[in-house]
């Protein structure tokens, strides 16, 4: 199975702040992995697709990057509303997600 | 508008059956493959199933194997879990999602969420 490892765990960040968020893959998935914010009662939202394509309607201050094992999600100068938790997903082999950062105000 | 409104979850006893079901609208079902994605509480988000377009491929996460099974009525819109031999540990939020079309896995419509709570 492949496992997912995102750190920190926890990140403390001012509005306008930038925030870069780590996934690591067990095993290499090219780059079949996606990005999700997710709000307490709120369904997950879509962020990002193979690595680096914004989805529609994402605000550009969210970018990805990476390939292979390591990843990275940044948010170039953190909103009010980007205060959550973010999760990675592998799918190359399945679905796994990572354990969450969540993000909060410092 | 794209929606999915899933119903279904409850308060059930360990040992216990459940039929989720997630009705959508806006968009051609029939070619979307579709998946349940779990959230428990205080826990992340966790993948429970997935169903092709056409209903031949199922695939599950290991901790539910055998006990709850993934379908689809294209003709209803509709797809289901039906979750049976419930414990404990299966106590959560269950979202339906839609897999984007054209990226082979990532989730691109999620629905709002239906409780399931096992408890005696």
């Known amino acids: 199975d492949i496992q997912m490892t995102q750190s920190p765990s926890t990140l403390s960040a001012s509005v306008g702040d930038r925030v870069t968020i780590t996934c690591r893959a067990s095993?290499?998935?090219?780059?079949?992995l996606a990005w999700y914010q997710k709000k307490p009662g709120k369904a997950p939202k879509f962020l990002i697709y193979?690595?680096?394509n914004l989805e529609s309607g994402v605000p550009s201050r969210f970018s990805g990057s990476g390939s292979g094992t390591e990843f990275t999600l940044t948010i170039s100068s953190l909103q009010p509303d980007d205060f959550a938790t973010y999760y990675c997903?592998?799918?190359?082999?399945?679905?796994?997600f990572g354990q969450g950062t969540n993000v909060e105000i410092k | 508008e794209v929606q999915l409104v899933e119903s279904g979850g409850g308060l059930v006893q360990p040992g216990g059956s459940l039929r989720l079901s997630c009705v959508v609208s806006?968009?051609?079902?029939?070619?979307?493959?579709m998946s349940w994605v779990r959230q428990a509480p205080g826990k992340g988000l966790e993948w429970v199933a997935s169903?092709?377009?056409?209903?031949?491929?199922?695939n599950y996460v290991d901790s539910v194997k055998g006990r709850f099974t993934i379908s689809r009525d294209n003709a209803r819109n509709s797809v289901y879990l039906q979750m049976s031999s419930l414990r404990a540990e299966d106590t959560a939020v269950y979202y339906c999602a839609r897999v984007k079309q054209g990226d082979a896995g990532s989730m691109d419509v999620w629905g709002q969420g239906t409780t399931v709570t096992v408890s005696s």
């Open positions: 806006g968009f051609s079902f029939s070619n979307y493959y």
């Open positions: 193979r690595a680096s």
């Open positions: 095993q290499n998935i090219n780059n079949w």
């Open positions: 169903l092709k377009q056409d209903g031949s491929e199922r």
């Open positions: 997903q592998q799918y190359i082999t399945y679905w796994t």
